[in-house]
């Protein structure tokens, strides 16, 4: 268990005296590695919060480039970093944010042949991406390691969020088993906001061991709305990527 | 010759696998209220149930046929024994594309005003998922009234 130093303890008070917290929690999110693929819309705030809770190590991994049509919703990035990679502008700013943790860019193109190298063991992954290809990436890498994963999206004013972790939960495949359509899609900056800003909820209680995930419920948000609704989702027996688990 | 009998405790494993290539609703699949289509050499080929949720309507559910069995007649042969089986008014939720299909066997699309409180859930989670383009076809719920032919008394 890392140690709390004076200024952890100052810094991090305001969450340590949230009950069942403690010092105990805080040293928990210290110890804890990450990993956040995508350094966009979603990736921003689940960033932004977990660097700013002391979360130990956060790998952020991202092969995109900062472009003007991202600045809508991607808080990590701004004006003077168009043309930088994400994953190396994202760390900029959380390192300015929080200089008390590491901050592990990767600018490599997540595979089912690299994930092994560019994931490595963290005791988290949160899935910030913005195309299906990839998430079955880390969804398959999240069932072969036994790594919780932390699944949000966004498209327009609408987004969802939910914790994976089978067999105890359903994958990722066995709630979306076919990748819906690809492409450039319209988003609200706000939205990835909410969704994004959930994740990062629910990895901090998973970390800390407190309170309960959405496990097995899918939460959606609409943002046009302005609701949220619970959807409870089940294992597909069949499903080909995690069907091989024990019911 | 496919027949259709009640399911047994053997089929449940086959149904869930039926509704889980269908992609449909894996909920509430208790095999009691199923019944099943079966090939004279034992395979289970289709199967349909008829639920009932909390706030009382029923519901013409889980209707798959295997792929390699299909344009045979076995799913309006299993929703006519169903409905058949279960007088009075049903529903049932399906994707836009089969409203037709259900049409001919006497549904009715309905919209949400009509709708009981499940279904009207379920069109606004399904309208949800459209939303954040998870589901690429809409949702239509759809109702058959029928007078009941059980002494004569309508639900």
């Given at each position: ?159 969802q969020v939910t ?7 359903p994958?990722?495949?066995?709630i979306v ?37 959405l496990?097995g419920t899918m939460l959606f948000f ?6 949220f609704n619970p959807l409870q989702v089940r ?13 | ?24 609703n894996p909920l ?93 859930r379920i069109?606004h989670l399904f309208r949800l998922m459209?939303?954040a383009?998870l589901v ?20």
């Open positions: 268990m890392m140690e709390l130093n004076d200024t952890d303890r100052i810094r991090y008070q305001r969450q340590i005296s949230v009950p069942g917290w403690g010092e105990e929690g805080q040293a928990r999110i210290k110890a804890a590695r990450v990993f956040i693929a995508g350094a966009g819309g979603l990736g921003s705030p689940v960033a932004f919060y977990l660097a700013a809770a002391g979360v130990g190590e956060i790998t952020i991994c991202d092969s995109d480039r900062v472009e003007l049509t991202n600045l809508n919703r991607q808080l990590l990035h701004s004006d003077e970093r168009i043309g930088e990679l994400k994953a190396e502008s994202a760390a900029k700013t959380l390192r300015r944010l929080n200089p008390g943790i590491q901050v592990v860019p990767n600018s490599e193109h997540l595979e089912g042949t690299n994930a092994r190298r560019i994931i490595g063991k963290p005791d988290i992954l949160l899935d910030c991406l913005d195309n299906y290809a990839t998430r079955y990436v880390l969804n398959a890498y999240s069932i072969e390691h036994g790594i919780p994963l932390v699944h949000g999206a966004i498209w327009g004013w609408v987004g914790f994976l972790s089978p067999p105890v939960t994958c990722l495949k066995c088993p076919t990748p819906p359509p690809g492409g450039i899609f319209p988003a609200v900056g706000v939205t990835p906001g909410v969704i994004g800003t959930l994740q990062a909820m629910e990895a901090l209680k998973f970390l800390t061991g407190i309170g309960t995930n496990m609409d943002g046009e709305e302005m609701t294992r597909g027996v069949s499903c080909p990527a995690c069907g091989h688990l024990p019911v | 010759m496919v027949q259709l009998r009640p399911a047994s405790e053997m089929d449940a494993p086959g149904i869930r696998t039926l509704v889980h290539q269908a992609q449909l509430d699949l208790d095999w009691p209220r199923f019944i099943v289509a079966v090939s004279p050499d034992g395979e289970l080929v289709g199967c349909g149930q008829v639920k009932t949720h909390r706030d009382g309507s029923r519901e013409l559910a889980s209707i798959v046929v295997a792929p390699a069995f299909r344009n045979q007649g076995i799913a309006r042969a299993i929703i006519e024994h169903l409905s058949g089986s279960h007088p009075g008014m049903l529903y049932l939720t399906c994707r836009t594309s089969l409203g037709s299909f259900y049409e001919k066997l006497g549904y009715q699309i309905i919209q949400k005003e009509e709708m009981p409180l499940y279904f009207r069109s459209n939303k383009h690429g076809d809409g949702l239509l719920v759809m109702r058959r009234e029928q007078e009941s032919n059980i002494c004569g008394l309508a639900e």
